[in-house]
């Protein structure tokens, strides 16, 4: 009895231990924070190639779904918990952080970054107070995807620079479903970064605005109305069934396998729907500007996925360096070696809309390039409006009412209630929240 | 032909075999698919109609492999749920034994207390959990994942232990301190001895569910101590075609414990009565 | 009696650890939290802590969800309740019967237990629901219908399935396990005497089930009131507010923009109710857990 105790005693000890010990590295180790999408995937496999020349770092990637990513790093961030030495953020909190000095700022950057080469409005979307707080890994705006034998088939002709009206035109005539094709695919998922980013987009095409110069919500507006009311019914009318369900991945593969007939999404998808192993469709794929309406402004938007130091972190220094490799030139030049020169990160960098290589290897660049130039986060709509973003508000309640405002919406296209219900709701929500945040009484 | 009782029960024992057989496919169903789509290429995997015939890769396995640290997910969610396991048997174990045994007018009480601390959404409390685990330095630490899950499960433990201790007549208790054993001895070589169908059981829940814990492993750590349920939130969403990824990396991520569980199925089976038997 | 007193004391001793970890597992999160409940403090605004009362309990309760989160609470552990009770002892009464491969059809039946709460929801998200490429809407298919859009037209019956899958098999192992230690002889007895399979059900396996069943209450109940990873990874709450429940209903309002003071005043909220339908609880299950 007395030995077998004591051998339980002793496998007991042996767990604690276990569990207690943690093992000491002999050399820096940065954690790194990350989305598990394909231009970041590809980069953590390309980053072996970093830890080589540098022998003295380790990366350890934590890779997340977007949600379950922003909620940590939020978290870790604001808690000062320090757990990662660099995070994945996007183009909305980058500013909102850099105020709250949250963010290493990034003024010392070698001449060889060339900071000058990147897009001015990415740049501005990443600073706060002309203070540069992350470097943009690739930046997006939206465009129109559709298929080009569908169209030549049906007789039809995408124009360049489509309306919603000519859109939900095409939507309906390539509309079969008994076949498993859909005229329209678009997000319907609930989500700031889902739906509402290009609900947001329409609405401002619509000529709509968030708020007025006095920070009062204008859901309850005739634009609103009229966006979210054509939405429902191209959407609910011409969309693939579940779209309610369905945010940019699901598009994504419905797309992909030839299941829509145009698609109004991100452009940095051109690079998978044109990818031969991973499409069904990549030869018969178009690309159109983002529809506009009553305006251009804002009808396409502007989004950057960027790397940033916490303060808290304890390596800033090795951080910095890795950042900046992973967003150079250079690490553009190791991507087109490895995957080809269509793989290259899109959207940040000049010189990469420079490169005539670049520009015949990839068919949706021109129009990536336009897109990017139009988008305008500083005048963003038809109105003039207090806020900076285009299809985000840049202010910290944001990701909560546009949340909740996406639900009402989604429930109006699963058909659960009305459009005027929905925007009656999405407006008593969004001045709830305002007065909570002190913007309005 | 008059059916003599022989082929009667045959036939009772065929229809429910069949019946049986139904019932259980369907609900083992979907982890069947999802195995199955896990050796599909991706476009094959949305193929409609469903394949159930293909030529199967292992592609999709060496991709993840390649790219995350499987093993390190795999060990810390081993360690963490026997840990907790563990260590919340030795605390449970004492506890059941004073109720059942020493019963005082607020055991009762104190049990329905214990089990009422379980229906605390973990969302309402997490940032005040968040912030003393930074200050006490235990976040990304598999001994601050291994305390939450014991506590977390500590609630139903005493409870299932305290159902079993009820069973054991208290005169083999009486007997055993007439030969001067003392309150270590009696638990040691009386009580748990008797009830180890019972505390196997308990032990078993109590890993299955730190194993399939979610909420804390993901908030709580990063990397150093991330479990395999932050492994699945790595292939929950990604772009493009994904079902027979995700499905891959949802076979690594409950093979484990689901052969775990079958081999222990009939210690299950024995001792999760709740003391209901006689 | 000097023995029974040194051992009454020696028992208050082996319980202390157990209930001095729970209490501070307990006590500290929830003064933390109540503390936390009455002032402004928003992780993403720091600086600021001011007292403001009651005000963030009068947003909690003032918001249009608030309802619909408790009425949807309710529904959810109602109906996996029913579900998992009801064909729970169907099919304990059903495999324990004999048949050929009863061993691999329990192993079969069990599985889903198993199965982490998040992969869970994804494999039916994905692989079942979809109304695409999802195998149910195949299943339609064959029979002509059109595919339901699950998560769109029955979101709240699609969560309730989802859960019922992972519970189901715990009802039918608490049960099995309860209908095997059922006294033979007393059924042979019963049969002789020429009752039929559904008097001895009634009249046999139902008392002696009593018990198992009440457990199997208790512990789903505590767990269901708390459901989330299902319905984060599914439906995030919605369309609307018809999947939101209070779990996520707190984790939607107030975590998701860190406004830890309405965290704090939502949690408050639920442990108030949970502390109800523990109430409830112990009137319903606390004579049988205490009987003997």
Redesign the interface.
């Known amino acids: ?1 007395q030995t077998s ?1 004591s051998r339980t005693a002793l496998a ?1 000890a042996g ?2 231990s ?3 010990a ?1 093992s000491a590295f002999a050399q820096t180790t940065l ?1 790194i ?1 990350t989305v ?3 231009d970041m ?1 590809r980069m ?2 390309l980053a072996s190639v970093y830890e080589e020349q540098n022998p003295g770092i380790t990366l ?7 949600n ?1 990513l922003r ?2 790093m ?3 961030i ?4 320090g ?2 030495d660099i995070m994945t953020i996007g183009s909305y909190e980058t500013p ?1 952080w850099g105020a ?1 000095e949250w963010l290493v700022p990034l003024d010392d950057l070698p001449a060889s970054y060339e900071v000058d080469d990147l897009f001015d409005s990415v740049r501005d979307g990443l600073s706060h107070d002309g203070t540069l707080y992350a470097l943009p890994f690739y930046a997006e705006s939206s465009m129109t995807y559709y298929r080009t034998d569908l169209f030549a088939e049906a007789g039809l002709d995408m124009p360049e620079n489509p309306t919603w009206d000519q859109v939900r035109d095409f939507a309906q005539t390539l509309h079969d479903p008994s076949n ?1 094709q859909y005229g329209i695919c678009l997000r319907g ?3 700031w970064g889902e739906n509402m980013a290009l609900v947001s987009t329409m609405v401002n095409a619509f000529g709509g605005r968030w708020f007025d110069m006095d920070w009062e919500p204008q859901l309850d507006s005739a634009e609103w109305n009229e966006a979210i009311s054509f939405y429902v019914d191209l959407l609910g009318n011409y969309g ?6 369905n ?3 699901e598009n ?3 797309f ?2 030839g ?1 829509c007939a145009m698609w109004v999404d991100a452009t940095v998808a051109g690079a ?1 729907v044109t990818d031969t192993s ?1 499409s ?1 469709v990549y030869d018969s794929v178009g690309f159109a500007a983002a529809p506009h309406q009553v305006t251009e402004k804002g009808s396409g938007w502007l989004w950057t996925w960027a790397l940033a130091i916490p303060t808290s972190s304890q390596n800033q220094e090795e951080a910095t360096d890795f950042i900046a490799w992973a967003t150079s030139q250079e690490y553009s030049e190791l991507v087109a070696a490895e995957d080809g020169i269509a793989a290259i990160p899109p959207g940040t960098r000049q010189s990469t809309y420079a490169n005539d290589d670049y520009m015949a290897a990839a068919p949706f660049a021109a129009m990536t390039l336009a897109q990017m130039e139009k988008a305008d986060p500083n005048d963003p709509t038809l109105e003039p409006v207090p806020y900076t973003g285009v299809q985000f508000v840049a202010i ?2 944001f ?2 009412f546009g ?2 405002v996406g ?2 919406i ?2 109006a ?5 009305t459009v005027e219900q ?1 925007l009656q ?1 999405s407006q ?2 969004v001045r ?1 929240e305002m007065v ?1 945040g002190g913007y309005i009484d | 032909m008059l059916l003599n009782l022989h082929s009667h029960n045959l036939m009772k024992t065929l229809l429910a075999t069949v019946i049986c057989w139904t019932v259980a496919l369907l609900i083992f169903f979907p982890i069947f698919w999802m195995v199955l789509t896990s050796f599909k290429t991706e476009i094959a995997a949305i193929s409609m109609p469903p394949q159930f015939i293909f030529e199967p890769t292992l592609d999709n396995y060496r991709r993840i492999f390649e790219r995350t640290n499987y093993t390190r997910y795999a060990w810390n969610s081993v360690v963490v749920s026997v840990g907790s396991s563990i260590l919340g048997m030795i605390i449970a174990v004492p506890a059941a034994y004073a109720m059942a045994f020493y019963p005082s007018p607020r055991t009762k009480g104190t049990l329905l207390w214990m089990l009422s601390t379980k229906m605390l959404p973990p969302v309402g409390v997490l940032i005040p959990i968040y912030l003393l685990f930074r200050d006490l330095s235990l976040l990304d630490t598999r001994l601050g994942l291994t305390m939450i899950f014991m506590l977390m499960n500590l609630p139903i433990m005493v409870w299932m232990i305290y159902t079993y201790f009820r069973e054991i007549p208290p005169e083999i208790l009486e007997a055993s301190r007439m030969d001067g054993a003392n309150t270590r001895e009696e638990i040691l070589k009386v009580v748990v001895p008797m009830s180890k169908g019972g505390l196997a059981a308990s032990f078993l829940l109590a890993l299955i569910l730190s194993w399939n814990e979610a909420f804390w492993s993901l908030n709580l750590t990063a990397s150093r101590a991330a479990t395999l349920t932050a492994f699945i939130a790595s292939y929950s969403n990604p772009e493009g075609l994904f079902w027979a990824r995700l499905s891959a990396a949802s076979t690594l991520a409950v093979a484990p414990i689901l052969i775990f569980g079958w081999l222990s199925m009939k210690q299950l089976v024995r001792g999760l009565t709740f003391g209901a038997v006689k | 009696m000097a023995t029974h007193n040194y051992n009454r004391s020696m028992a208050r001793w082996l319980l202390m650890p157990a209930v001095l970890l729970l209490i501070v597992w307990m006590a500290v999160p929830l003064s933390m939290t109540i503390y936390y409940s009455v002032l402004d403090f928003n992780l993403l605004m720091p600086g600021m802590r001011d007292f403001v009362g009651f005000e963030n309990y009068v947003f909690f309760f003032t918001d249009p969800s608030f309802i619909a989160g408790l009425r949807n609470t309710l529904v959810l552990v109602g109906s996996v309740l029913i579900i998992t009770i009801g064909l729970g002892t169907l099919i304990a009464v059903l495999i324990d019967q004999p048949f050929y491969g009863r061993n691999i059809v329990r192993i079969l039946v069990i599985a889903p237990f198993f199965i982490m709460p998040t992969v869970n929801a994804l494999v039916w998200k994905n692989l079942m629901f979809h109304p695409v490429n999802g195998f149910l809407s195949f299943v339609y298919r064959v029979f002509g219908a059109t595919p339901v859009d699950w998560f769109s037209q029955y979101p709240m019956l699609a969560i309730i399935i989802i859960v019922s899958w992972q519970w189901l098999p715990f009802a039918i192992l608490i049960l099995m396990t309860a209908l095997q230690s059922m006294d033979q002889q007393q059924v042979e007895a019963a049969r002789l005497e020429g009752a039929g399979p559904v008097a001895v059900f009634r009249h046999i396996a139902i008392p002696h089930l009593q018990r198992p069943l009440v457990v199997v209450l208790m512990i789903q109940t505590i767990f269901l009131l708390t459901i989330f990873a299902e319905i984060y990874t599914t439906t995030g709450g919605g369309p609307g507010t018809q999947t939101t429940n209070l779990a996520y209903l707190i984790f939607h309002q107030a975590l998701l923009q860190f406004d830890v003071g309405m965290a704090s005043a939502g949690g408050i909220v639920a442990v108030i109710l949970a502390n109800i339908v523990a109430i409830f609880l112990i009137r319903v299950v606390g004579k049988t857990l205490a009987e003997h």
């Open positions: 009895m105790n007991v767990v604690l276990v569990t207690i943690s954690t924070g598990n999408n394909g995937v953590e496999r350890d990637f934590v890779v997340l779904e977007e379950v909620q940590r939020t978290t870790d604001a808690a000062g918990s757990q990662f909102i709250n498993d998922l609930a989500g693939p069934p579940g779209a309610s369900s945010g940019f991945n994504l593969s419905l992909n396998s299941n998978f991973d069904r910290s309640r990701q909560s949340t909740n639900q009402q989604a429930g296209l699963a058909g659960n209630m929905a709701n008593q929500t709830r909570r």
